[in-house]
């Protein structure tokens, strides 16, 4: 009788397998990291913080908010669910997002209940429930985590979109800004701020766009200071806000964007990015 005995792979042979797939078969330089990619796998490896466990759970994240005195920023909850059985669509209002909190882009955007698909809907959530992004790339937050799928507020900016202010924060200070504009469509652009809001000549995946002119958010001072209280406790870490009718609000808090993959365009800029983070060992 022959018996197949699971293949267990180290994390640090994950990792480097993870890298080398998305360079085309480079490794990282795991003795002396210098690009933000490889300092992200090292991150992976090395600073595993148990506080970041609970703050990339997009629930018990809430808790955490709350605590540092921002949970005015939260979103309404409109309801937590272990199961999809659970969802009562009946119970919850015209408009609202539905998303789990272990996983990645996971989101269903209901703008008019009577038009969504339930049993697709149910569906696509009972997949999202039994997978996890922890295990390829070793993002070890994820791999432990309770799995919800949580229902909240619908937001909508005065775009008619929900743009996504996304800070990179380094050793207890933010650097710079990604704004992505006309997500989901032909036009969709990523384009980089510093903190006093000057276009920044990189993007990420995507190429940069000069000829979008966004202005100055309202309350983009306020969201620093916010930012430079959330990202304290955590060497790196990307801090996730949006602007709605006067009000910021809390998205999330990432740790691996992208997984750590190398993808800043144009790629010298992996080094430049990586030049503003001083590696610490926890």
């Known amino acids: 009788m022959s018996w197949l005995m699971p293949i267990v792979v180290s994390d640090e ?25 490889e300092k992200l796998q090292w991150y992976k490896l090395y600073a595993r913080k148990p506080l970041m466990e609970k703050v990339a759970n997009k629930y018990t994240v ?18 937590v669910y272990k199961n999809v059985s659970e969802i009562d669509f009946n119970a919850l209002p015209n408009q609202f997002v539905l998303k789990d909190t272990h996983g990645s882009g996971h989101n269903i955007i209901v703008k008019d209940k009577s038009q969504l698909c339930k049993w697709q809907a149910k569906m696509m959530m009972h997949t999202w429930l039994h997978q996890t992004i922890a295990w390829s790339g070793r993002e070890w937050v994820y791999q432990s ?51 006093d809001w000057n276009l920044m000549p990189f993007g990420k995946e ?10 100055r958010p309202q309350m983009y001072d306020e969201m620093q200071k916010i930012v430079r209280d959330l990202c304290k406790p955590f060497q790196y870490v990307r801090v996730d806000l949006y602007q709605v009718c006067g009000k910021i609000y809390f998205g999330e808090l990432t740790f691996f964007p992208a997984g750590g993959a190398p993808d800043f365009v144009p790629a010298e800029y992996d080094a430049i990015v990586g030049e503003m983070w001083k590696l610490e060992k926890e």
């Open 145 to 195: 985590m309770p799995r919800h799928i949580i229902a909240e507020k619908y937001l909508e900016d005065e775009t008619g979109e929900l743009r996504d202010y996304k800070f990179y924060c380094f050793n207890g200070e933010s650097r710079f800004m990604q704004l992505e504009v006309g997500r989901g469509t032909e036009h969709n652009t990523r384009n980089f701020y510093d903190m």
């Open 13 to 37: 042979k994950a990792v480097d397998c993870y890298y080398r797939k998305h360079t085309g078969g480079r490794p990282a330089n795991m003795e002396d990291p210098q690009l933000f990619s």
């Open 62 to 79: 809430r808790e955490y908010i709350e605590s540092v005195g921002y949970g005015h920023l939260l979103n309404d909850l409109l309801g």
């Open 206 to 215: 995507l190429p940069h766009n000069p000829n979008i002119n966004v202005p």
